[in-house]
């Protein structure tokens, strides 16, 4: 039996061991946890309980509204239990199978559960006031196994990545706030799209949002593309999430990688049914034929947008029409919207006067409303239109289905952050495809206290090391990739150029670059004794080094140390290079 050490819990003593795994979702490195080991304490996150043999402390951060409308998760790995009625059964601190769950709150109906010390934790590691780093489950995940003192943190399945996850391909049209289509790799930061509201609730809808671009990244990642019913190809990273229906008003955000193909049988799931996503609008081309101009100009000059600041009533908010006396205009704008399949109702008003007008609206939904905008683009009523006004979301389309998965291997992919979590692509209703960060940052930190952390080669967050500081110098003997990794730190000490101070592991990485240089200085030393470049050589590293040293346990450093290591790192590779050309150091 492992060693077991008392740690408090929300006022109760529970022990803990030595070593820790945080387990997540994703398929890259879940199974690879430790289950079968006793010298591991198990964190877990949401309802992943219902896959894993085991957990020691679960953490639920969602709010309560939300825990309590969770359905059954339909990616073929639930068994179909209630998620707040598993939470209510778990036994309380009293008894000996107590685990803690922790949550934004404590339940009373929850006996296992746990108010997470937001607060503690946030003066604990947030260097920073305006830069909090509780952005995910495994960043409060990661700050718990800090705190409690664990020597050893693992971490498996979990891939959440600033900027290189959920991504789509570079050529995905995605719907902006002025109704174009425009391909993913063309956005910018703070260009305006098109969104909605990420979940939705019993009281709560999804609405229609204006969104923004936040940020924008490119990174290559395994890929599929998926072949829908209606003709639709969508190509995106396997961890890429869409909004999925059975047809029964029940939507869930599912990964590309979960969706299922006609024949698709799994032991988890009794349907062979075909997974099918929602889809909001049909992607439309402009239209300039002179057939689409007479529409442009007829509704520039007669026609009328309306739309309301809020609706709840779930109705059409949003009224497009067209009002013109019976004559050839009319008559041909008529024509037009059917020849386009512009849906429309038709009614005769009788003015004062006596005199007959026909008035035109667009029908059956937003879709059609924002199509025809979209493609004819009269100029008046396009610089009245608000994407964040058009109400409820409803799905009018017939979702349609998954008709194959084909698997790409490893492409380039466009990773988007939105003010929404939310956007349109190719007509379907995509989640955020760029990540907040997860625990990276809390990951450099463990690492620069001297806990051992590991992360399975197959995790994305290997991809973060040298932002987060959670990266290892070279062995010694190979100069140019010691010159390499040096390089990548003065790169980060001067990216944070514009704070006061910088993450201490950044400068941290290059004192373990001085001490795998110190040895070969005094080698030489030993060799060239009358350079007495290499003798302040090694003087100047082995200063440095020990400056850093004297600021251990802090999670910055100050900009006058940081510096200082610039100075001697460049010193350092400008060594190397000479060397390398078979030059003596010092130039002679």
């Known amino acids: 039996m492992a060693d077991r050490f008392p740690c408090i819990v929300g006022g109760h003593t529970i022990r803990r061991s030595r070593k820790v795994a945080l387990v997540g979702y994703a398929s890259s490195s879940k199974d690879l946890a430790p289950w079968g080991d006793d010298d591991f304490d198990i964190f877990a996150l949401n309802e992943l309980y219902r896959v894993i043999p085991r957990w020691n402390r679960l953490f639920e951060m969602h709010e309560e509204d939300r825990?309590?409308?969770n359905k059954p998760r339909p990616d073929g790995i639930t068994k179909g239990l209630d998620h707040w009625n598993y939470l209510c059964a778990l036994p309380g601190p009293d008894d000996p199978k107590f685990c803690p769950v922790y949550m934004q709150k404590r339940f009373p109906e929850i006996a296992a559960s746990v108010e997470y010390p937001?607060?503690?934790?946030?003066?604990?590691?947030?260097?920073?006031?305006e830069q909090p780093y509780f952005t995910s489950t495994p960043a409060y995940m990661m700050a718990t196994a800090i705190a409690d003192g664990y020597e050893e943190i693992h971490l498996y399945g979990i891939d959440l990545l600033t900027n290189e996850e959920y991504c789509v391909g570079p050529e995905t049209k995605v719907l902006t706030s002025d109704l174009r289509w425009v391909p993913a790799g063309t956005l910018k930061e703070n260009d305006e799209i098109v969104g909605y509201d990420e979940e939705s609730t019993v009281n709560k809808p999804r609405r229609w949002r204006k969104a923004t671009v936040q940020g924008v990244g490119r990174i290559k990642r395994p890929s599929v593309r998926l072949h829908m019913s209606d003709g639709t190809t969508l190509m995106c990273s396997r961890e890429h999430r869409w909004l999925t229906?059975?047809?029964?008003?029940?939507?869930?955000w599912r990964t590309a990688e979960t969706l299922k193909a006609p024949g698709h049988f799994s032991p988890q799931s009794r349907s062979g049914n075909p997974s099918r996503i929602v889809k909001l609008v049909n992607v439309w081309d402009e239209d300039h034929t002179e057939g689409g101009g007479y529409l442009a100009a007829a509704f520039d000059g007669e026609g009328h947008l309306t739309q309301t600041s809020h609706s709840d009533n779930g109705g059409n908010n949003g009224i497009l029409g067209f009002s013109q006396r019976p004559n050839a205009m009319s008559r041909r704008v008529e024509r037009e919207l059917s020849i386009r399949g512009f849906p429309f109702k038709k009614r005769t008003r009788v003015l004062k006067s006596g005199n007959e007008m026909e008035v035109y609206r667009i029908s059956e939904g937003r879709h059609e409303l924002v199509r025809f905008l979209g493609s004819i683009r009269p100029v008046r009523l396009l610089e009245k239109f608000d994407a964040g006004k058009l109400g409820v979301l409803q799905v009018r389309i017939e979702p349609p289905s998954v008709v194959s998965i084909e698997d790409l291997g490893e492409q380039e992919v466009v990773a988007l952050k939105t003010s929404t979590g939310t956007f349109v692509a190719e007509g379907f209703a995509s989640h955020n495809s760029y990540q907040r960060p997860c625990a990276e940052y809390l990951i450099g930190i463990a690492d620069g206290m001297g806990v051992k952390v590991y992360i399975p080669q197959s995790s994305a967050l290997c991809k973060?090391?040298?932002v987060y500081g959670y990266s290892y110098p070279p062995e010694p003997g190979s100069n140019g990739a010691l010159v390499s990794f040096i390089r990548e730190q003065i790169e980060q000490i001067e990216a944070n150029g514009k704070e006061n101070a910088v993450h201490a592991q950044v400068t941290a990485n290059l004192v373990k670059a001085f001490e795998i240089l110190t040895p070969q200085l005094e080698a030489l030393k030993t060799a060239e004794d009358k350079d007495k470049a290499v003798d302040e050589m090694l003087v100047k590293v082995r200063a440095q080094a020990e400056n850093i040293r004297q600021q251990n346990g802090r999670f910055t450093i100050g900009a006058h140390v940081a510096q200082g290591s610039v100075e001697t790192a460049r010193a350092i590779v400008a060594?190397?290079?000479?060397?390398?050309r078979g030059g003596a150091l010092g130039g002679k």
């Open 67 to 69: 825990i309590k409308t």
């Open 245 to 252: 229906t059975n047809g029964e008003s029940n939507y869930h």
């Open 118 to 129: 937001v607060a503690e934790m946030g003066k604990m590691f947030s260097h920073h006031s």
């Open 575 to 580: 060594w190397c290079e000479h060397r390398e």
């Open 464 to 466: 973060a090391n040298h």
